[in-house]
């Protein structure tokens, strides 16, 4: 694992294009097994699921083998998504994109995916927000592109899975979009529940559903 000599080279695709032609595989936040109960518990099998930041991880196969199908993996580096095709070429259902998070919109249609799985994407959004009690414009605004680009490619009551080493507080003042008015939600995304994950020094599972 290559790690960068400063935070915010976690947001630079040539620092992650650089990474994946030596890492063959790596697990942010834990593995699908540490709440895949969670998350299969909701999802049908026809279900349409976008897996943002795929990387290297194997969480997109995960989810094909539990008889999950209908599964496309994003990643803004080209590098980990030829390194993906490569990898599971043997399962054709599979897609892998190179796609922006934060430009979800311009190249999915809207109310395509039942179901959209971050894990760990969000934070590399935030490694230049500075103080988190008031981040930077910067942040603030790469983190709205994401979140209204997954509001507009979710289906009416489909979820949105997020896991992320960040504390519900800091979590709901991304969500409200740091507004003054504390119960305005711009996303329409319906916090369902937080479940703790007892891994490493400890992650959350946000469990979310697009209201309308």
Known sequence: MTIPGRVTEYKSKEYWNNRFHNEDSYEWLGSFDSFATEI????????????????????????????????ISIDFSDVAIENMKRRYAAFPELTWEVVDVRHLPS??????????????????????????WCPSETAKED??????????????????????????????????????????????????SVRNIPVGLGYYLYIMSKMV
């Open 107 to 132: 190249v999915f249609e809207d109310h395509l995916f039942d179901a959209v799985i971050d894990k760990g994407t969000f934070e590399s959004l935030i490694v230049d927000e500075g103080d988190p």
């Open 40 to 71: 299969c518990s909701l999802l049908q099998p026809n279900f349409s699921i976008l897996v943002l930041g795929c990387g290297s991880s194997s969480l997109s196969f995960e989810l094909y083998e539990r008889g999950y199908q209908h599964v």
């Open 143 to 192: 983190v709205h592109l994401m979140l209204s680009g997954i509001e507009r490619v979710l289906r009416p009551q489909g979820f949105y899975f997020h896991v992320s080493f960040m504390q519900p507080f800091f979590r709901a003042r991304y969500l409200r979009r740091f507004s003054s008015e504390e119960k305005e939600n711009p996303y329409s995304l319906d916090l369902v």
